[in-house]
């Protein structure tokens, strides 16, 4: 039986770059799938590069020799639905290099909607017949914040989506503007919101307004993008926030009140507007299920109090829930939906079985490792293992294939004994190098996981969290609020851990060990045995279990650790230059070069010259058809039309309807009289006339209301999800 073969790859550089392949054959609604995210191949966290590693990776895993193997190729769409840009306003040139001369025929690439395939990641993994879908992230196609779905047989549907500013982004500015934990620190945010308290807020939400599926965050957060070709260019920045903000250095304490009480207002915000979002989902969807994805879905706390808050009577988050599940949700929607992989009976949706998409290392090639290293070893006795983890000693735990997402789940992890109280300083300080608030996730036996949790289902990817019971007796694994992010463990998805936990259980009589992913801090995740190996040599790991072969650290020389990073290293440049040579035409330095610099023309003129000459065109045809003409806008932004905008004074204009009495900059208090009759709302006198939206902040906005309330209206809209506002144009083009 012929197999085939549908790729997945972002459409964006982004920093969770990475690539899934799932493989089908015949009439069988079965299928076989692997994926995995660049970082943990080139060893650079958030790297924002072309997944070519991960796309090779896949490719091996499957036997494919050459892209023309592929049956599809299917991607996502950002700000544009085209191929060889990610963006128009975008700098990642040589993301977009790559796709230029990637060797497949475009015949073959198809492009859907982002929020649509973080919606088929969890859906069709998540063996409901029917379920409401929540897709909350920073930004999707054309800055989509909330979307929902619903999801009934094996079609999704979309019900409703929000534009513009959304928690998600508010999240990631905080922990990265104010609070300085870096790209990427949302967790540690989270973790640190617990030492705030209720009552102390800082941070004012009580502007903030929630109406169905909109979240207005417009009183705190600008809207998006936050950052283009001039930003990236080091050109002026674009302003994020409504208000001000302080910004934490380095060297001021993280654990000081102030910052610890912004992490608690921000997370206790966010948890408010998932239960609001889930709420209305709820109300919107007969379903008992509820589906979980995008990036706001790691936040585990707020999925908890969500679930706890609705109606709903299952949850399911897909374990790789932020952009680094994108590869597979693109698959797997491809699956269910294009035409190409259409089969006589209806394909059933399957439960997740577990998250390891990644490939196996068979014992010979560990054992191949160690020879070449001259490392002593011994074979794994598991029930040896718990002994060592009961007497407080750390073990690195390297089995089967790597998990998808940035939770490790017993394959890629470091374990420890949930009961000693230090367990967690050590533990952060010797090992992974980080913060000491950060917490750790216990890992415990499906059948014993309500003794220890309040928690109302087995939590396989450790994206629920509960109320430990007895706090004293697992300390290590506990939160400072009495609560800890769990993962239940059963014999089915992952035999050798759950063997390990109850063999554990068997000498202290608990069934639940200290389990954090296996990393440095500001590194990926562990891939290969030598990462696994280095991993153990940076830090104050006791014995590492490599498959069926246990490591005593003391006994290995460290000076060989030098020569593993550079056999490393040079691994890694060797597989890039075969995957270029393999998957791409014509690499050529000159032909890039060239590329560039068209490109990078493109990219300014789409960002600033594009509103202009869009407007000043619409306006040319208004005024030969002598239309009439109502804005919808604010009144900063209509002034500016007024005193700079060639032709706009001379339109038809009826009236002006001012959105919420708004400026565009919130902040400026007073409203500019303008020359035109003032209205409350669009009458049916109107009805001949064409809305123009004068804003920038609330185009969206806008575009949204005359869609639900003036459907019958022609509108035009001169900006979008990649353009700066037009007083950037007028600055670069004064007279
Ligand atoms: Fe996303």
Redesign the pocket.
């Known amino acids: 039986m012929k197999k085939k073969y549908i790729l997945g790859i972002q459409c964006f550089a982004t920093m969770d770059s990475g690539a899934c392949i799932i493989q089908t054959s015949g009439e069988s609604d079965k299928y076989e799938y692997v994926a995995i995210s660049e970082e943990r191949l080139i060893r650079k966290k958030h790297p924002y590069t072309f997944p070519l590693h991960s796309i090779k990776y896949c490719m091996e895993h499957f036997k494919i020799n050459s892209l023309n193997e592929i049956d599809l190729l299917v991607s996502d769409i950002i700000r544009e639905p085209v191929w060889h840009r990610s963006g128009p306003s975008y700098n990642v040139k040589e993301f977009d290099y790559i796709k230029k001369i990637f060797k497949i025929s475009e015949k073959k690439i198809v492009q859907i909607n982002?929020?649509l395939a973080?919606a088929a990641s969890v859906y069709y993994t998540s063996g409901f017949k029917n379920s409401g879908i929540l897709?909350v992230?920073?930004?999707?196609t054309d800055l989509e914040t909330n979307s929902f779905f619903e999801g009934k047989g094996n079609k999704i549907k979309l019900i409703d989506k929000y534009n513009g500013r959304g928690i998600g982004i508010l999240y990631n500015v905080i922990t990265k503007d104010c609070l300085n934990l870096g790209t990427g620190g949302e967790g540690k945010t989270m973790g640190l919101a617990p030492f705030g308290r209720k009552n102390k807020s800082i941070l004012d939400f009580s502007k903030v307004k929630y109406d169905g599926i909109v979240t207005d965050y417009s009183s705190i957060l600008r809207r998006l993008p936050f950052s283009d070709i001039i930003s990236f260019s080091g050109g002026e920045k674009i302003k994020k926030l409504n208000i001000n903000l302080p910004k934490r250095s380095k060297q001021s304490n993280i654990l000081n009140h102030k910052w610890r009480q912004i992490a608690f207002d921000v997370q206790n915000e966010t948890e408010k507007c998932l239960i609001h979002l889930g709420k209305e989902l709820k109300k919107r969807v007969k379903s008992q299920n509820i589906c979980i994805a995008?990036?706001v879905a790691l936040n585990s706390v707020a999925n908890q109090k969500l679930f706890d808050n609705t109606k709903f009577k299952n949850i399911f988050v897909y374990p790789a829930c932020?952009?680094a599940g994108?590869p597979f949700g693109l698959c797997i929607w491809a699956l269910y939906n294009h035409p190409l992989f259409k089969i006589k009976k209806r394909r059933r949706i399957f439960k997740l079985k577990n998250a390891y998409t990644g490939k196996i290392y068979e014992d010979k090639k560990i054992k191949s490792i160690l020879k070449k290293y001259n490392i002593q070893y011994n074979s794994l006795k598991i029930n040896k293992i718990a002994e060592y983890i009961s007497k407080g000693k750390i073990i690195g735990w390297f089995q089967n294939a790597s998990e998808y997402g940035p939770r490790a789940l017993g394959n890629r992890s470091i374990l420890a004994d949930s009961r000693n109280p230090h367990m967690q300083d050590i533990v952060n300080h010797k090992v992974k190098h980080r913060e000491s608030f950060r917490p750790f996730a216990p890992a415990v036996l499906e059948e014993d996981y309500k003794k220890y949790f309040k928690i109302k289902q087995p939590s396989p990817y450790m994206l629920l969290v509960a109320k430990v019971i007895k706090p004293k007796l697992i300390p290590s694994v506990t939160h400072i609020d009495g609560t800890a992010r769990v993962q239940t463990v059963n014999k089915k998805q992952n035999k050798i851990f759950y063997n390990l936990i109850k063999n554990f259980k068997k000498i202290t009589g608990v069934g639940c060990i200290l389990n954090t992913s296996f990393n440095d801090a500001g590194e990926p995740i562990v891939e290969t045995p030598e990462d696994a190996i280095l991993g153990m040599l940076n830090s104050k790991i006791d014995y590492l279990v490599l498959g069926n072969f246990v490591i005593d650290s003391k006994k290995v020389n460290k000076l060989i650790k030098k020569k593993i990073v550079k056999d490393r290293e040079k691994r890694i440049q060797s597989n890039e230059k075969k995957a270029i040579r393999s998957l791409t035409k014509n690499y050529d330095y000159k032909d890039r070069k060239k590329y560039f610099k068209k490109e990078t023309k493109n990219a300014y003129w789409n960002t600033i010259q594009k509103p202009f000459f869009d407007l000043k065109n619409q306006i040319k045809n208004w005024k030969n058809k002598n239309n009439k003409i109502v804005l919808f806008g604010t009144y900063d932004e209509t002034n500016l039309l007024l005193n700079k905008m060639e032709g706009f004074k001379s339109l038809n204009i009826e009236a002006f309807m001012p959105y919420k009495h708004f400026n565009d900059d919130i902040n400026k208090r007073n409203k500019v009289k303008l020359p035109f009759k003032t209205i409350r709302k669009i009458s049916k006198k109107q009805i001949d006339s064409e809305i123009l939206i004068t804003s920038y902040e609330f185009c969206y906005d806008i575009e949204r209301e005359i869609k639900l309330k003036y459907p019958m209206f022609n509108y035009f809209n001169y900006y979008n999800g990649y353009s700066r506002n037009l007083s950037n144009y007028f600055k670069i083009n004064k007279k």
């Open positions: 982002h929020h973080h897709i992230d920073g930004n999707g995008g990036g932020s952009d994108i």
